[in-house]
Every structure is written in structure tokens, then in C-alpha cells.
T-cell receptor, first 111, second 112 residues
Framework: SQKIEQNSEALNIQEGKTATLTCNYTNYSPAYLQWYRQDPGRGPVFLLL?????KEKRKERLKVTFDTTLKQSLFHITASQPADSATYLC??????????FGGGTRLMVKP | NAGVTQTPKFRVLKTGQSMTLLCAQD?????MYWYRQDPGMGLRLIHY???????AKGEVPDGYNVSRLKKQNFLLGLESAAPSQTSVYFCASSYGDPTEAFFGQGTRLTVV
């Protein structure tokens, strides 16, 4: 089966620094990878989608990369703020429109 | 603009009891999903539906059943609840690959 793995350890960084989160996948490369943000007690909210043939995608302070050789996507938040503290999840569609998620990485940005 | 609505928000069940969780979406999405989320873990797919009247098993389907009689509704049933089913349940819907999924606010279920 197609799996997505994220670093389960929380990432603690100082305000103003760049946060980098990793998403690794197994087997065949998905055509797309998605990234979501989840705040405590709430459902995930979609942030970005990156296509297999896109090296990089940006949205304001967010940047996502997709490396099919390493089977990895990196999610960056530049100039991080305490309000960026949340759990970030990556996701992919598998065959039959089965949408699966990684375990998520909790980000804590300290002032 | 309701989006995805889950009912109920909280529920406590005794072991062996049954219940149904309701998910309703108003975006005319074809695809709907049920996930469970346990502390420190990501979302695990229970069952999903690719259209009205169709359902499929996800990663952790045992102990659950689903039905999609109407396009806008996706029901998740627990026939005989077990403490291992204590979790937060999320419903989501989308237009399918590769579009974004929209999530409900979650249902916190405790089985004692």
C-alpha cells in the first residue's frame, strides 16, 4: 500500500526562523501531494498542493518542494510566527480516490 | 455556507452500544471520507465513498459500517462499540483527485 510518513517529533523553533517539515512517501510517486494545517480541536484545513512536475510552489510565507528522486516533499514556513503553531499534515490520493494522510508534525513557534 | 457538518459533536457510549454519526455536505461533492484521529497520530481512513450508493474500505474499517443513500450525506455506524473506538472522528468531502478536501469540526466519541 502507498504510505506517507512524517516526523512524529514536534518541531520547536524561534519566532522569525524558517520551519522545515518533511513528508516521505513509499512506492510510486503520487501525481500530487497536499499539505494541510490542523489546529487543536479542529478539522484540517487545506494549504497547498504541489504537482509531481513542479519543483517548488509558493504561497505567501509558505513554500513546498517535491523531489521524486528522494520520494519526499518539504514544507517551509519562512519568518515563522507564534500563530503558525499547529500540526501540519501531508496527504495524497491513492487509486480509487482514496485520500490518505501522514501522521502529522506538530510545530511550536516560540516568541 | 455550512460546508461539512458533523452530528453529534460529542458522545459517550457504553461498551456494546450502537450509534450512527452523520456527515452532511452542501458543496455537491462526489467523494466523502470518514477518518479517526487518536492522540499524537494523524488521520486514519475508515471508509470512503466515491458517489451516491457506493462505499469502500479504507485503512482501518473493522468495527464500522457506512452508508451513502444521498449524495450529501455519509453515515458512519458502530454496531457494538468498544473502548478501542474511543477517538475523534472527522468527516471530509471533495471533488476527488487532486482537489482539496473540506473537513467537518469532528466528533469526540468516548466508549466506556
Amino acid at each position: 500500500s502507498q504510505k506517507i510518513e512524517q516526523n512524529s517529533e514536534a518541531l520547536n523553533i524561534q519566532e522569525g526562523k524558517t520551519a522545515t517539515l518533511t513528508c516521505n512517501y513509499t512506492n510510486y510517486s503520487p501525481a500530487y501531494l497536499q499539505w494541510y494545517r490542523q489546529d487543536p480541536g479542529r478539522g484540517p484545513v487545506f494549504l497547498l498542493l504541489i504537482r509531481e512536475n513542479e519543483k517548488e510552489k509558493r504561497k505567501e510565507r509558505l513554500k513546498v518542494t517535491f523531489d521524486t528522486t528522494l520520494k519526499q516533499s518539504l514544507f517551509h514556513i519562512t519568518a515563522s510566527q507564534p500563530a503558525d503553531s499547529a500540526t501540519y499534515l501531508c496527504a495524497r490520493y491513492n487509486a480509487g480516490n482514496m485520500l490518505t494522510f501522514g501522521g502529522g508534525t506538530r510545530l511550536m513557534v516560540k516568541p | 455556507n455550512a460546508g461539512v457538518t458533523q452530528t453529534p459533536k460529542f458522545r459517550v457510549l457504553k461498551t456494546g452500544q450502537s450509534m450512527t454519526l452523520l456527515c452532511a455536505q452542501d458543496m455537491n461533492h462526489e467523494y466523502m471520507y470518514w477518518y479517526r484521529q487518536d492522540p499524537g497520530m494523524g488521520l486514519r481512513l475508515i471508509h470512503y465513498s466515491v458517489g451516491e450508493g457506493t462505499t469502500a474500505k479504507g485503512e482501518v474499517p473493522d468495527g464500522y459500517n457506512v452508508s451513502r443513500l444521498k449524495k450529501q450525506n455519509f453515515l458512519l455506524g458502530l454496531e457494538s462499540a468498544a473502548p478501542s473506538q474511543t477517538s475523534v472522528y472527522f468527516c471530509a468531502s471533495s471533488y476527488g483527485d487532486p482537489t482539496e478536501a473540506f473537513f467537518g469540526q469532528g466528533t469526540r466519541l468516548t466508549v466506556v
